[in-house]
């Protein structure tokens, strides 16, 4: 009959075997899924290209797609040399200018047609004979002037008229009752010493 030391003994040793054999069947397990997994990476890394190498087709593709999108677009290389003499080049892309053609532009403005002293008259009625009489009371200068909106009026200073949308070789100027007319196909109309141009009444150039 073994004694109790030797039991334990025994019990020691068979927990010593089990132990070795759970500790040799670990390692053959992770050794076999270490080896597993390798070959599954090498595989993945076949079909998939490293980072870089993704990286690198894409910038290529955009710099391709964008050369394709905008053939003729100017670009402009500056180069910065810096302190420890390593060149820097940096590409930047700029927009096409368009400069417009130059044509040349005609404004039009006022333009003086002719201009001439025209007599100032008064019709004198002899109350004897009732006779009339045109009696030369003064002169004025008067211009004629033309604007491109087709401007129809006057300004009369003391010593000018200036005229727009009449005939200078049609008009008149008369005196009644001490004041100025200016006759125009028969029409009279009275002028008023202004700074301003007035149109003339629609009734009087039609």
């Given amino acids: 009959?073994?004694?109790?030391?030797?039991?334990?003994?025994?019990l020691y040793l068979g927990i010593g075997i089990v132990i070795g054999v759970v500790m040799t069947a670990l390692f053959v397990y992770f050794g076999v899924i270490s080896t597993f997994t390798k070959e599954s990476i090498g595989k993945i890394s076949e079909v998939f290209p490293s980072n870089k190498d993704t990286i690198s087709e894409i910038n290529e593709n955009l710099v391709s797609h964008k050369e394709k999108?905008?053939?003729?677009?100017?670009?402009?290389?500056?180069?910065?040399?810096?302190?420890?003499?390593?060149?820097?080049?940096?590409?930047?892309?700029?927009?096409?200018?368009?400069?417009?053609?130059?044509?040349?532009?005609?404004?039009?403005?006022?333009?003086?047609?002719?201009?001439?002293?025209?007599?100032v008259v008064s019709i004198v009625k002899d109350t004897a004979t009732d006779v009339k009489s045109i009696v030369q009371k003064g002169e004025l200068l008067v211009e004629q002037w033309e604007n491109p909106t087709n401007f129809a009026g006057y300004r009369k200073t003391q010593n000018k008229l200036v005229i727009y949308g009449i005939d200078i070789d049609d008009v008149e100027l008369q005196l009644i009752d001490d004041e100025l007319y200016l006759i125009y196909h028969k029409k009279k109309l009275l002028l008023k010493e202004t700074d301003s141009f007035l149109h003339y009444p629609s009734e009087f150039i039609k």
């Fill in 1 to 10: 009959m073994l004694s109790r030391r030797k039991k334990q003994n025994l």
């Fill in 69 to 119: 999108q905008s053939p003729q677009q100017p670009k402009t290389i500056i180069s910065d040399t810096s302190d420890n003499t390593t060149e820097i080049d940096r590409v930047i892309e700029t927009d096409t200018v368009l400069i417009p053609e130059e044509i040349p532009v005609t404004i039009k403005t006022d333009i003086k047609i002719a201009e001439a002293v025209i007599p």
